[in-house]
Structure formats: C-alpha cells, structure tokens
C-alpha cells in the first residue's frame, strides 16, 4: 500500500505540520531508544560494569582486566571508524578483515623477508591496506557493481592472495618492528592510543569538517546530494580508501603485537565492526551516525566479551552473541525507522 | 473544446437507478478535515469527472470508495444495496476497481502475469496454467484493441502501455464501476485517445467511471458530469454540455482569476544570461533557448517532451552530444552539477521528495548543502553561520517551519518548495531552473511560490521555469518556449497565447493525422 502515505500528503495541505506534530509527540516514546542512541549506550555500559563489579569483584574490576578490555576496544576502534563513515554515507565493506590479514603479512614479509626498516614495513603495510581500499572504491563508483557484492568478492579474493603470499603466515618478526604493537604508555598498550587518537581526529573531522560532513548528505539522499553540487563518487571512493587504509593500520598494528603475522588474522572483524557502529547508532538507510556512538558501541562490545570470558563460557558464544546484539540493533533501527 | 459525441446516456439520466451513490461521507486526518459532507453519485454506464486543485479530497474520496480509507461517518449505496467494503479486496469483489496514477504493475514480470498476478489459472498437477493465461490476456487486449503481446515483460513497456496494462487488468475482473486516477498524466496523446475510446466503450456497456482529473479539457471531451471538490466539500455538480471551463475553474478555485499574468515585459536590452545553442542530448534533439537576465522563460510541453533532460543536461547531470551553453556569453561545459553551480546556475529538481530534499535533515542543513563552500573556513564548516543564512532566507520566503532544526519531511509540500528555494537562493545565482515549481502544493502556497518567482525575476536573475500546468506556464511567464519530441519548436507571447494554442503547437504532428 505504498500509496497511502502520498495521498494522505495531498490531502494534508497547510495543516501538515500540525498533524505532524501531534504524531511525532505519540511516537516519542517508540522513537526514543532509536533516537538517543548515546544515553542508552552509556546506560547498558554502566549497568554492564555494575553488574559485573558486583558478581565478579575478583577478577572484573582489576586495573589489569581494564587494560585487557582497552586493548580489546583498539583493533575493533579502528575498524569501526572507518565502517562508522561508510555507513553513513549508506555503504558498507565486508573485505576489511581480509584487508587486514594481507596487510600484516605484507608488513611482515617486509620486515623479515626483505629486511626494509620497521617504520617502512609499517607504513608499506598501511599503504597496502590503502590500495586495497581504493580498489574496493574504484570498482564501486566506476563500474557501478553494489558495494555489498564488491566487498564480498574482495573478501575471498584476498583472502586467497594472502595464502599465496605466505601459506601459513611469517613468524617471528624482528624485534625492531615490535615497539608499535608493544609499547606501554600510562599502563595501556599502544594500540589503544593509536586507536583514541584515530578516534578523535574522526569524530572532529566528522562533526566540523565540510568533506566529512559531505556523507551524511550522501547517506540521506545521494542523488539529492549529487544535484547539490557534492562529488558523490568522489566522496564514496575516498570513504572506501580511507577504510582500506584503517585495516591496513589495524593488519600492521596486530601484526606488531602479536610478533607474527598471521594468515587467518582478522575473520569476523566485519561483523564486529557492523555490530558496533549499528549499535553506536549508524543506520543502514544511511545519513546517521557519530563516531562517539561508534566508539560507545565498541568500548560496549569489549565488555561482553569481557564478561564472557571472565564467566568462562565457551570461545564459540561469542560469536553467537555478536551476531545477536548485532540482530538486536537492526531490530532497534527499523524500529526507529519505522516510527518516522 | 472539442465537443463530446457520447451523450447517449445523459437522456437517460433520472430514469435509471443509481450505481455508486455517496451520502454524507465525514473523512479526518489528525488536524485535517479532507472530506467534509461529501455526497454524489455516479449513474450505470456514465462517465463523471472528478475534480479540484490538490488537497481538494479527491484523492480521499476515491481510497474510500475503493475501500482503501474507511470513512468516519456517511453511507454508500451500489446498485441499490448498502456498501461498506472493508478493503480494496471487498471492493474488487463487489466490482469496483481503481486504476492508480502511479500504477501496481511488476515491472519484472510479463504483462499475462500481471493481469493475472494473485489469481493465476492452475491446470491439474496446480501448476500455472501459462498457456491459458496468456489466452485469456491476449483476448482481453484484442477487445481493448490494445496492441501488447501477453508476453512482454512490463519493464519494457511505455508508461503509458503500462497504464492500459493496468486498465485491462482491472477490467478482467467483471468491473462494475472503474476508478481511473490522473490516468493521462503519462500517456502520449495517441495513448490518451486509445485510452478515451476504450473509456466511451466501457460505458457503452454500462460500465460507470469515475474520471479523476485536473485536466478541464478532457473533462470536456470525455465526461457526461463532473463534480467539483474544493477543500474536502462538494462545490458544485454540473452536466458537461451545460457548462463551460470557466465555471468549473470558479467552481474550483472559488475566486476570480487567482494568478492573473503579469504584463510588465522584459526590455530587450536586458542581457542575455543564459544561451542554448542547439543543444543535442538524447532524447533530447537539437534544441535552442535564450534567457534574459530578469526574465521568466517557460517551458511548456507535453509529458517526455524532453523538457527535464534539456534542463539536466543544461546543469551538468548529461552531457551533451553537441551544441553549446553558454552563461553571459561565455561558454560552460558543466561535467557535475557543480561546474554548473560555479558558473551561477541552481536548480530545484522535478521531484522533490526523491531528487530535492534531505528528508530525514533538518531544515538548515537542507539550506546548507549547496551553500557549504561559503561557510567554509580551512575545511571546516561553520554551523552558526549555517544557521545565519538559513534563517536569513527563510524569513524571506516566508517559509513556515517550528525551527530550523526541524526535519524537513514533516513541512507542508508548499513550504518544502520553499526550502529548496532558498538553498538555492542563498547561492545568489545569475540563472536558476525550476522544475514544476508548483507540483504538489496547495493553493495558498502556490500564490506565494509565484510571487517569489515573480520577486526573483525583478531582482535579474534568470528563471527557466518547466510547467506541465498550463495556467501556471500563462500566469508566470514572460516568454513561452514550447518544446515537442525533444526540440524547441516555437516560441509564444503569453499575452496572445492560451491553452489551446500551445496545446497545438507542443503536439507532435505525426500523432495528430495519426490520431483523428
């Protein structure tokens, strides 16, 4: 009945607002959740925190634990960003976890294979992350094939090239390339302040720069943006190069950490990073979404899994339960969705 | 006005018993009354007209009969025995079918499946029957004498095919009463005068239809009755051979020639702010426009006319295969709508909702989006003075919003003009293109949509206003420029101009000798 609501529109005519207002009070309540993603985040954080302090007083609220639940949020942080952006702009990547496994190798191979300085292999890893993104951006606003379906085929085509390169991974990387993924400042690791500050200089750049803001017009309407003067595909390319290049720094940043890297790295990160930003308040209609509600959404996640482990349930619920909260928040989406 | 040749069926009229009868029908909206005491009725085999500005209730009136709304209070009668469909279901069962403007046809599937979507005939083992539908497809457009093979997918046919898909649709399921909604308004004219004598057959046989319309010259050339609504209440009901187009657009309006056209010409001397020189960008063909700085150039035309490409390609969404634009003179050759923007071009887009509008964004951030270069300062935008010239021009086109943080779906169709107006005017162009200024907005807002035309005009800038609402293309126009099958061919002095006169000459030739 997609003629309802038009007809009604011709019939409204001057008192629209009127009726529209009275509406929009009755569906306040409906829309809240959906509306004030923020407060609802902080909210289940801080019950989530109480009730663990509470049945875990041992091991839950422990300098160390928090260090353990920082550094959870620092691989999933970065990705998340970067899906923040797509998503606002109405797209997504489902190849970030493969871009990130071909990264770390090639870091790796970099580094030990080749033997180029540390600070090289890190940012040739990054860069690769880059050019894997830019691909993904060429063929979605060139040859016009859906994102869903480019990222998918990316997902397999790297991941195959990354077995190719290096069947099972390279181990024992230097100990010059270690400090990037093992350095501690204020007792927290280096990739959770690589991960504050990529988060920062996002949620600035998405909230006061002209370029950034440019998604949320895409996300909202993208033909109506394009007839605005915005370069859409421009934009869109730049989205998804700037994607690549957050798995190519997230890739290098493990591989770093771990002293390896490692073939099979990065599988399910797609899913996590989804659920995150689509918790933090992203739609997938696009046009909304902060990075802080992304960054809420991750720190959130970190503390299930936390919770998870700390109760000791089996490796493979987890996955079970990404999968659910990430159902649940579409569900609270269309919701929202529905209600306007 | 060409005259009617079917009145057979007025002589009857007050002999026969009624089809559809409407008594009293009450039909609220939360804050608006859109049908207040509407009563009227339709007789077997007659062709009756409905109609009134938008917002008027027609709309209503026809969901209520189709069993799409229920109304608050009233009754209906058909054929004598009370009606109260709860559905369009129960509606169809008794016989009533309705015929959308936008049409309910699955552009994937084949014109036989169409018509039998939901009922399709099944053989023994309950599988399709295609053999049988395609039969039984085929007679019934042999019987429209509509030339579409059963097999056709419906993505490959022409809005207007579509729209007789439609009707042959409707009418293979024994049809009492046909409600057919605006159903010209994508047909070329061969496709309308199929369309009407299929309309003067049907009611041959005894058929009632309900003719939903704003196009007075088809009332005229079709109806028996019309009905005039205005503001949800019945304001007139009126046999077509005793009346004329005027009464009924007093009937509608309820005033004296609202939008009366300005006489203040242009001076010739005014320069030209906008040139096309034969501007080649299929479908459109070869097609010639000037535009003087303070002038309103109109450009009329029948529906696929070419009109809206020769605009987007103008603002850089096409490009061109020859031709030149040039914008004071100088040549521009816009890749994206910003190489247009640059060169002082805006453009309010045909279809506001899809191509406009930021529904889900507020009203300032809707003003904003064209206006962003301006209130950038080192890449970083500066919200304040966002909402400054939001504010600065939305006091000026008077646009009625509770905010400017509001989001703009939940403004009136009138004042969403209005926003998209303003995005464009905080620009300050030289030229601006509006498509349909007026689609879609009532009244009231419409006298103020001209007036701030009227007002830009004055200022010097140069409108190129597309109108498929002729009285609107002679009440705002300087100059007229009539376009046909993707080619400017003529131009009309809205002074000497009317309806009819540019009715002729957007009319392809070839259809009219075809045609009658």
């Known amino acids: 009945m997609s003629l309802k609501p038009s007809s009604k529109e011709n019939e409204g005519g001057t008192n629209t607002i009127k009726k529209l207002n009275r509406k929009w009070n009755l569906q306040r309540l409906g829309g809240y959740i959906a509306r004030d993603r923020i407060l609802l985040l902080i909210l289940l954080i801080t019950i989530l925190s109480g009730f663990m302090t509470f049945t875990y007083p041992e091991a839950f609220p422990q300098t160390d634990n928090f260090a353990a639940v920082l550094l959870d949020t620092a691989q999933n942080g970065i990705l998340t960003v970067g899906m923040m952006i797509l998503l606002v702009g109405g797209v997504f990547d489902l190849s970030i976890g493969s871009i990130l496994a071909f990264s770390g190798i090639v870091a790796g191979i970099l580094v030990k294979d080749i033997g180029v300085p540390p600070i090289v292999a890190l940012l040739g890893g990054i860069l690769t992350g880059s050019l894997c993104g830019a691909i993904n951006g060429f063929i979605i606003t060139r040859w016009r094939i859906n994102a869903l379906i480019t990222t998918l085929a990316m997902q397999g085509i790297l991941r195959g090239v990354t077995q190719l390169f290096a069947s099972s991974g390279v181990a024992n990387l230097p100990e010059g390339f270690r400090p990037f993924g093992q350095t501690k400042f204020l007792g927290l690791q280096s990739p959770f302040w690589v991960m504050a500050i990529v988060v920062l200089v996002a949620w600035f750049a998405m909230s006061h720069t002209r370029f950034f803001r440019q998604f949320y017009y895409i996300g909202s309407n993208e033909r109506a943006a394009g007839l605005s003067g915005i370069k859409v595909d421009r934009v869109n390319f730049i989205g998804f190069a700037l994607m690549g290049t957050l798995s190519g720094l997230a890739g290098t940043l493990l591989a770093s950490r771990l002293s390896n890297a490692v073939v099979l790295a990065g599988i399910g990160t797609d899913l996590r990073a989804i659920t995150a930003a689509i918790l933090g308040g992203a739609s997938l209609h696009g046009g909304i979404g902060t990075i802080h509600g992304a960054f809420l959404g991750v720190l959130f996640m970190s503390l299930i899994q936390n919770m998870l482990i700390i109760a000791r349930v089996p490796v493979f619920w987890q996955s079970i339960v990404v999968g659910m909260v990430l159902l649940i928040a579409i569900g609270i989406d269309q919701l929202g969705w529905r209600n306007q | 006005m060409p005259e009617s040749n079917n009145k057979s069926s007025i002589a009857n009229i007050g002999s026969q018993y009624t089809r559809l009868s409407v008594k009293g029908i009450y039909k609220s909206f939360p804050g608006v009354q859109a049908l207040d005491d509407v009563s009227f009725e339709v007789l077997p085999g007659e062709i009756h007209a409905v109609v009134?500005?938008?917002?008027?209730?027609?709309?209503?009136?026809?969901?209520?009969?189709?069993?799409?709304?229920?109304?608050?209070?009233?009754?209906?009668?058909?054929?004598?025995?009370?009606?109260?469909?709860?559905?369009?279901?129960?509606?169809?069962?008794?016989?009533?079918?309705?015929?959308?403007?936008?049409?309910?046809?699955?552009?994937?599937?084949?014109?036989?499946?169409?018509?039998?979507?939901?009922?399709?005939?099944?053989?023994?083992?309950?599988?399709?029957?295609?053999?049988?539908?395609?039969?039984?497809?085929?007679?019934?457009?042999?019987?429209?004498?509509?030339?579409?093979?059963?097999?056709?997918?419906?993505?490959?046919?022409?809005?207007?095919?579509?729209?007789?898909?439609?009707?042959?649709?409707?009418?293979?399921?024994?049809?009492?009463?046909?409600?057919?909604?605006?159903?010209?308004?994508?047909?070329?004219?061969?496709?309308?005068?199929?369309?009407?004598?299929?309309?003067?057959?049907?009611?041959?046989?005894?058929?009632?239809?309900?003719?939903?319309?704003?196009?007075?010259?088809?009332?005229?050339?079709?109806?028996?009755?019309?009905?005039?609504?205005?503001?949800?209440?019945?304001?007139?009901?009126?046999?077509?051979?005793?009346?004329?187009?005027?009464?009924?657009?007093?009937?509608?309006?309820?005033?004296?020639?609202?939008?009366?056209?300005?006489?203040?010409?242009?001076?010739?001397?005014?320069?030209?702010?906008?040139?096309?020189?034969?501007?080649?960008?299929?479908?459109?063909?070869?097609?010639?426009?000037?535009?003087?700085?303070?002038?309103?150039?109109?450009?009329?035309?029948?529906?696929?006319?070419?009109?809206?490409?020769?605009?987007?390609?103008?603002?850089?969404?096409?490009?061109?295969?020859?031709?030149?634009?040039?914008?004071?003179?100088?040549?521009?050759?816009?890749?994206?709508?910003?190489?247009?923007?640059?060169?002082?071009?805006?453009?309010?887009?045909?279809?506001?909702?899809?191509?406009?509008?930021?529904?889900?964004?507020?009203?300032?951030?809707?003003?904003?989006?064209?206006?962003?270069?301006?209130?950038?300062?080192?890449?970083?935008?500066?919200?304040?003075?966002?909402?400054?010239?939001?504010?600065?021009?939305?006091?000026?086109?008077?646009?009625?919003?509770?905010?400017?943080?509001?989001?703009?779906?939940?403004?009136?169709?009138?004042?969403?003009?209005?926003?998209?107006?303003?995005?464009?005017?905080?620009?300050?162009?030289?030229?601006?293109?509006?498509?349909?200024?007026?689609?879609?907005?009532?009244?009231?807002?419409?006298?103020?949509?001209?007036?701030?035309?009227?007002?830009?005009?004055?200022?010097?800038?140069?409108?190129?206003?597309?109108?498929?609402?002729?009285?609107?293309?002679?009440?705002?126009?300087?100059?007229?420029?009539?376009?046909?099958?993707?080619?400017?061919?003529?131009?009309?002095?809205?002074?000497?101009?009317?309806?009819?006169?540019?009715?002729?000459?957007?009319?392809?030739?070839?259809?009219?000798?075809?045609?009658?």
């Open chain 2, 52 to 516: 009134g500005e938008n917002g008027a209730g027609k709309s209503t009136l026809m969901h209520i009969i189709a069993g799409v709304y229920q109304p608050n209070e009233g009754k209906m009668e058909l054929d004598g025995s009370f009606y109260i469909p709860g559905d369009e279901k129960a509606a169809q069962k008794s016989g009533i079918a309705i015929v959308f403007q936008e049409g309910s046809l699955f552009a994937p599937l084949s014109v036989a499946e169409n018509i039998f979507a939901g009922r399709q005939p099944v053989n023994k083992l309950g599988f399709v029957d295609f053999e049988k539908m395609k039969k039984h497809t085929q007679e019934l457009l042999q019987d429209l004498e509509v030339n579409i093979q059963p097999s056709t997918l419906v993505a490959d046919l022409s809005p207007g095919q579509r729209q007789l898909v439609d009707i042959a649709k409707a009418l293979s399921q024994q049809v009492k009463l046909l409600i057919l909604d605006e159903p010209t308004s994508s047909l070329t004219i061969s496709e309308a005068r199929l369309l009407f004598k299929i309309i003067r057959r049907l009611a041959e046989l005894s058929v009632s239809i309900i003719y939903v319309t704003h196009r007075l010259a088809e009332v005229f050339e079709i109806a028996d009755r019309v009905t005039v609504l205005r503001d949800g209440k019945v304001s007139g009901v009126r046999e077509v051979e005793n009346t004329i187009p005027d009464e009924i657009i007093h009937l509608e309006v309820g005033r004296e020639l609202l939008f009366a056209h300005e006489t203040a010409r242009v001076p010739v001397e005014a320069s030209i702010a906008l040139e096309i020189e034969n501007l080649v960008a299929p479908p459109v063909k070869s097609s010639s426009i000037t535009v003087r700085a303070g002038e309103i150039v109109c450009l009329a035309g029948l529906v696929g006319a070419g009109r809206t490409e020769l605009c987007e390609t103008i603002f850089g969404i096409r490009q061109p295969v020859s031709g030149r634009i040039l914008v004071d003179g100088s040549e521009i050759t816009p890749r994206h709508p910003i190489d247009a923007m640059r060169a002082g071009i805006g453009m309010v887009p045909e279809d506001r909702r899809e191509a406009g509008l930021f529904l889900s964004m507020s009203v300032a951030a809707n003003i904003g989006v064209a206006n962003m270069e301006k209130v950038t300062h080192m890449g970083l935008l500066a919200d304040s003075e966002i909402k400054q010239l939001a504010k600065e021009y939305t006091d000026t086109l008077k646009v009625v919003t509770p905010s400017l943080e509001r989001e703009v779906m939940y403004l009136s169709g009138g004042n969403q003009q209005k926003v998209l107006l303003a995005r464009w005017l905080a620009r300050q162009p030289r030229i601006l293109i509006v498509d349909e200024p007026t689609r879609g907005v009532d009244v009231g807002s419409k006298a103020d949509l001209y007036a701030i035309l009227r007002e830009l005009a004055k200022s010097g800038v140069a409108l190129l206003v597309v109108s498929s609402d002729l009285p609107e293309v002679l009440a705002l126009a300087h100059r007229i420029v009539v376009m046909s099958e993707g080619r400017t061919v003529g131009e009309l002095n809205p002074d000497q101009a009317d309806e009819v006169s540019i009715i002729q000459m957007a009319t392809p030739r070839s259809i009219i000798t075809q045609g009658g």
